[in-house]
């Protein structure tokens, strides 16, 4: 079975610093996606970043990067620029990719990063 | 565009007794999951609808159980409330190639007294 672990379960920043949350999982998959997400006190769960393991290329969203290392198995996501806005819980959730690249498949989360940012 | 959307957005039950939420996905998805995400947790995955079928199920008892309906939304059912069970519902849907990403809607919050 596959985990997803968050090893911080708080982190801080200052506004306009760069901050780096950690991810590692554990797969036996050699196809897979991984992402990002952000869930503020509103509740609403929000897709920050997307990562697909066949590609060696690092994601970048604007503010929002990724660091994947597959052989390490470790996605890291870097914010720059923090913004208040930023304050949130940040998940880190693994997919298996299906065969045919189909929508079904269930998403495994991590425990969850509490993200606070100083003004 | 109307994003993932869920109802009620909060409920109060007692043990023992049986809850139904809904999930209308977002336009153009048909595939429909839904997770419970605890207090300060992670969430956990129940079950996938896809194609009105349950596709695949994570770790619950068979007291949780679902429907899709051809419109694509869906329903939640939890007979028999535990205390355990009170946690934030989340459903998300998804269309295709799944790297697209799941969106989530704004959550159920369930307490069971």
């Known amino acids: 079975a596959q985990t997803v672990t968050q090893s911080q379960p708080e982190m801080s920043v200052q506004e306009a610093e760069t901050v780096t949350l950690s991810c590692t999982y554990d797969t036996s998959e050699s196809d897979y996606y991984l992402f990002w997400y952000k869930q503020p006190p509103s509740r609403q769960m929000i897709l920050v970043i997307r990562q697909e393991a066949y590609k060696q290329q690092n994601a970048t969203e604007n503010r929002f990067s990724v660091n994947f290392q597959k052989a390490a198995k470790s996605f890291s996501l870097k914010i720059s620029d923090s913004q208040l806005g930023d304050a949130a819980m940040y998940f880190c959730a693994y997919r298996r990719r299906n065969a045919g690249g189909t929508s079904y498949g269930k998403l495994t989360f991590g425990q969850g990063t509490i993200l606070t940012v100083h003004p | 565009d109307a994003g993932v959307t869920q109802s009620p957005t909060h409920l109060i039950k007692t043990r023992g007794q049986q809850v139904t939420l809904r999930c209308s996905p977002k336009?153009?998805?048909?595939?429909v999951s839904w997770y419970q995400q605890a207090l300060g947790q992670g969430p956990q995955f129940i079950f996938q609808?896809?194609?009105?079928?349950?596709?695949q199920r994570g770790n619950f008892p068979d007291r949780f159980s679902g429907h899709q309906f051809p419109n694509y939304s869906s329903e939640l059912n939890v007979n028999a409330l535990l205390l355990g069970d009170s946690a934030l519902y989340l459903c998300?849907?998804?269309?295709?190639?799944?790297?697209?990403?799941?969106?989530f809607g704004p959550g159920t919050r369930l307490t069971v007294l």
């Open positions: 998300a849907s998804s269309f295709g190639v799944i790297r697209l990403g799941q969106f």
């Open positions: 336009s153009g998805h048909d595939t």
């Open positions: 609808y896809y194609e009105e079928e349950e596709r």
